[in-house]
């Protein structure tokens, strides 16, 4: 070993051998890679490794010891060179190969290997040389079906013609520039932001990896070839890949199937098969194949070629695989036991669970892409642009899918959005209305689409290139990414299985904080149930009156001006909420279920424009001109700021008395047929102790009126919501009084940066380009500010109510960073829609592993 390191020092590499100090964070993830495969015996030709420092000095003209590199691979030898970084998915520039291609050894190779395949090898370097080392033309310098010496003629007088110069026939020279110029291009600009947008630091660095070449062309069967034992779109595990005669490197891959030299790897694909010509190696193939998913801990592509029927193994990676392939992959290594639960829990990226969630717009397809917005909520639909709800719901009664395009959406679209496939809003940010049903129903959604016009009456949209689609037209909508794409884009299908729920059983076992699920009606909470949520966390009660029969009865409520017309809508509702709880109890068994109390953003439910005005007109059975005064009365400047939450549940109390009666009476029915639900409420925009004071004296005594008159004891929890700042800050009086605080991060941080949730999108990309904010701070927590303030209401709480339950409850709760910051804060659990819940149980598992 210390021998070893003597020799890099003094030449500037290492060979690559059982004992050698290789390691990925100095040579790069392929050099270690290698030396396990050699480690494993497995037949790779001698290779050796620069280090990082020594590629780094190598871009700065620092060369190595080259005659010491060529000495080691014995006479006239052909080198290939390949980029090894950290971590292979960084990439790096691509492998050369037959390095050491001059005049005289061409000679003798076509009298030892026969003239073509000389002339192969040759032309190989000299092309991979002219573009990528002496960067001339590529179009000179063009593949050629048929390696002729006429080919090659013309490719070294092409060489000549450009740089004045023969081309280089020293092989010192050949090698000492392609090292250079390899290292020279990962320094440059392009390559270092690519590989920094997959995740590398700004200061990663490469290593080099120069192998002795196994030919794969000349005498007798050889040829090069690609083999691997899973599929990288299904992770079924199946052999895959293909061998060609003649051939080198990844050709084989990228062959045309009609190229003669094709060999098929199993016995059972088409034509004739390397397994029938070459039994030898294909055993030895399975059996390598076998050893490096059992030692290496990964299914690998493995690199192969075939020398006068002498198999070689020159390279193996990581199979490349999309996200579902990639979950089987990790719970099949798992189930045998060749990594451990927590390990296959690790490998599955929970940013990677949506796409199988949902129907995907396939990322490989081609799209053309009209519009870019916020992707709110993930998955794709293709469908025809319908304008409103109404056409979306006739559409659906034909069973013709449709994208409602919307330049906003209000409680009146609900019908609309169940109805279409996909959403897509002029305006709005993550958190906007529109923006949380899509991902409650799990409905791909994009908003913020600023720089289309929508002009409804005309009934068109215009793009910003001027081309107008129309209703009818077909669209699909990628909420994943956040793309409007023309016509029909092709779609993978979502991807729940048994893997799914045996990966996230194992990340349930692993996590520390709790998981529950945003959820409104009967739908949502079986939902909640299907993703193993832990209870619902937020019902948002108002939005069990969305529904065309019940917005009426709410706008009733709204509108009632006197105490007693205003009972008897009350005693109307009061039936509904109560079978709304008993539904969601039924349905959440033994499990909590938090209720919020009305949180009613008046604009919400107000009718819009005179027709809106008139229908709600005919139903009350008054005037015009009545409902118009009313309305006008009751409209806000900011509603978002106006009588929104406990104000309303202050102003009017008999409406959360109405609220508490049912959940109670709900929870008697529920128990009186073996249910054991202990419900939580929860009191919304809270700013004051006194608010939250008032409200449990009034609900404690609703309780007692309820156990009284039903002969029932039962117990509730009560608990505010914090998404004020004034509750966080006051959080050490308002804690005394409540069982548990649950922070609402939504209108926290609207209300902490001043921000309207529902209009902060269209200016938020450029805030994020611009640096002045790193994230979206509705869709990223913003730990500094919003962040200080949870760990102030968090601590202030605690220290007045030791044994307060702390949660979060905005869409905050869905998101890997958000979920970290509330397991360090110490938080009991995040609640987010129900499609976000495997998400977060996975983030949860990948903190406390
Ligand atoms: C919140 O404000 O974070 C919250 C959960 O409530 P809503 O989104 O209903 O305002
Ligand atoms: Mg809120």
Request: with cysteine.
């Given at each position: ?37 050699i480690?494993l ?13 020594a ?14 590199m ?18 292979p998915?960084w ?16 000679a ?12 192969a ?9 002219a ?26 007088a ?31 600009t ?62 084989a ?98 940013r990677?669970?949506p ?7 396939d ?62 809003t ?9 923006a949380?049903?899509a ?50 884009a ?13 990966l ?17 009606t ?6 909640a ?11 948002r ?14 706008r ?16 109307r ?5 109560r079978a ?34 008139r ?62 639900v202990?419900?939580?409420?929860m ?46 800050l ?21 209300m ?20 002045v ?38 869409e ?9 910051f ?25 903190l406390?592993?």
């Amino acid at each position: 070993m210390q021998k070893k390191q003597g020799l890099s020092e003094i030449t500037g590499f290492d060979e690559i051998t059982p004992t050698a100090a290789i390691s990925a964070e100095r040579h790069g993830g392929r050099a270690k890679c290698l030396q396990r495969l050699i480690r494993l015996d497995m037949p790779v030709p001698r290779t050796l490794a620069l280090d990082f420092d020594a590629v780094h000095a190598l871009s700065a003209g620092d060369m190595p010891d080259l005659d010491a590199m060529l000495a080691l691979f014995g006479p006239d030898p052909l080198v290939s060179v390949r980029p090894s970084s950290q971590d292979p998915d960084w990439g790096g520039p691509g492998a050369i190969l037959n390095i050491g291609m001059n005049d005289a050894l061409h000679a003798r190779l076509a009298a030892s290997h026969g003239e073509p395949a000389a002339n192969a090898l040759y032309l190989r370097f000299i092309q991979s040389f002219a573009v990528h080392v002496a960067r001339l033309d590529a179009d000179e310098f063009e593949t050629v079906a048929i390696p002729t010496a006429e080919a090659l003629q013309r490719a070294l007088a092409a060489y000549e013609a450009e740089t004045d110069e023969r081309f280089p026939q020293d092989p010192k020279r050949q090698l000492g520039e392609v090292l250079r110029s390899m290292a020279r291009a990962w320094e440059g600009t392009t390559a270092r932001l690519l590989r920094e947008a997959k995740g590398a630091p700004a200061d990663a660095g490469l290593g080099l990896v120069v192998q002795k070449m196994a030919l794969g062309v000349g005498n007798g069967l050889s040829g090069s070839g690609v083999i691997q034992f899973v599929d990288g779109s299904t992770g079924q595990r199946e052999i895959r890949g293909r061998y060609m005669c003649q051939a080198q490197g990844r050709d084989a891959l990228t062959a045309k199937e009609d190229e003669g030299a094709i060999l098929y790897l199993a016995a059972d694909a088409r034509g004739r098969s390397i397994e029938q010509v070459l039994p030898g190696v294909w055993d030895d193939l399975m059996r390598y194949g076998d050893l490096a998913r059992r030692r290496l801990r990964e299914e690998m592509q493995i690199e192969f070629a075939v020398e006068n029927e002498r198999l070689f193994i020159l390279d193996a990676v990581r199979v490349p695989r999309n996200s579902r392939a990639n979950l089987r992959i990790a719970v099949a290594l798992a189930k045998d036991g060749i990594i451990s639960e927590d390990e296959a829990v690790l490998r599955v990226p929970p940013r990677s669970l949506p796409e199988l969630l949902h129907s995907q717009v396939d990322p490989e397809g081609a799209r053309e892409v009209i519009a870019r917005g916020i992707p709110a909520s993930p998955g794709g639909a293709t469908g025809k642009i319908v304008f409103s709800s109404r056409a979306a719901q006739a559409m659906a009664a034909q069973d013709e899918p449709s994208i409602l395009v919307r330049r906003e959406t209000t409680p009146e679209d609900i019908r609309g959005m169940h109805a279409a496939r996909a959403v897509l809003t002029e305006r709005g940010g993550v958190t906007s209305h529109a923006a949380v049903i899509a991902r409650g129903l799990g409905l791909p959604c994009v908003v913020g689409v600023s720089d289309m016009a929508l002009d409804l009456r005309a009934g068109t949209m215009t793009l910003p290139n001027g081309r107008v689609l129309r209703e009818g037209d077909v669209i699909t909508i990628d909420g994943t990414r956040g793309h409007a794409i023309s016509g029909a884009a092709p779609m993978l299908a979502p991807a729940l299985g048994e893997n799914f729920s045996t990966l996230l059983a194992w990340a349930d076992a692993a996590r520390d904080i709790g998981v529950r699920a945003n959820a409104d009606t009967p739908e949502d909470a079986r939902k909640a149930r299907m993703f193993e949520a832990e209870g619902i966390g937020l019902a948002r009660t108002e939005h069990m009156f969305f529904a065309e029969d019940r917005l009426l009865a709410m706008r009733e409520m709204i509108f009632a001006d006197d105490a007693e017309d205003r009972r008897s809508i009350l005693d109307r509702i009061l039936p509904m909420q109560r079978a709304d709880f008993i539904e969601l109890f039924s349905i959440m068994h033994d499990r909590p279920v938090t209720i919020r109390l009305f949180d009613l953003p008046l604009h919400e439910f107000l009718p819009q424009g005179r027709e809106g005005l008139r229908e709600l007109a005919e139903a009350l059975d008054l005037p015009l001109s009545d409902v118009t005064r009313r309305a006008e009365a009751l409209s806000e400047f900011n509603p978002m700021l106006g009588m929104r939450g406990v104000r309303l549940g202050l102003t009017v109390p008999e409406i959360y008395d109405m609220q508490a009666r049912a959940i109670f009476e709900a929870l008697v029915d529920v128990a009186q047929s073996g249910g054991a639900v202990v419900p939580e409420i929860m009191i919304p925009l809270v700013s004051a102790r006194r608010e939250v004071e008032i409200v449990k004296a009034r609900i404690d005594a609703v309780a007692a009126a309820v156990r009284v008159e039903r002969g029932a004891a039962f117990d509730y929890r009560l608990g505010v919501m914090v998404e004020t700042p004034r509750a966080a800050l006051r959080a050490g009086e308002i804690a005394p009084y409540t069982a548990f605080l649950s922070f609402g991060t939504n209108d926290l941080t609207q209300m902490t940066y001043g921000l309207s949730r529902d209009d902060a999108g269209r200016f938020m990309s450029q805030y994020v380009n611009q640096g002045v904010y790193d994230e979206d701070p509705f869709h990223v927590l913003d730990p500094d500010g919003v962040g200080e303030l949870l760990t102030i209401g968090a601590e202030r709480g605690r220290a007045a109510n030791p044994g307060v339950t702390l949660s979060v409850c905005g869409e905050h709760g869905g998101n890997p960073e958000s979920i970290a910051f509330c397991r360090a804060a110490g938080f009991d659990y995040v609640s987010c829609s129900p499609f976000r819940v495997p998400v977060a149980r996975l983030a949860a598992a990948h903190l406390a592993i």
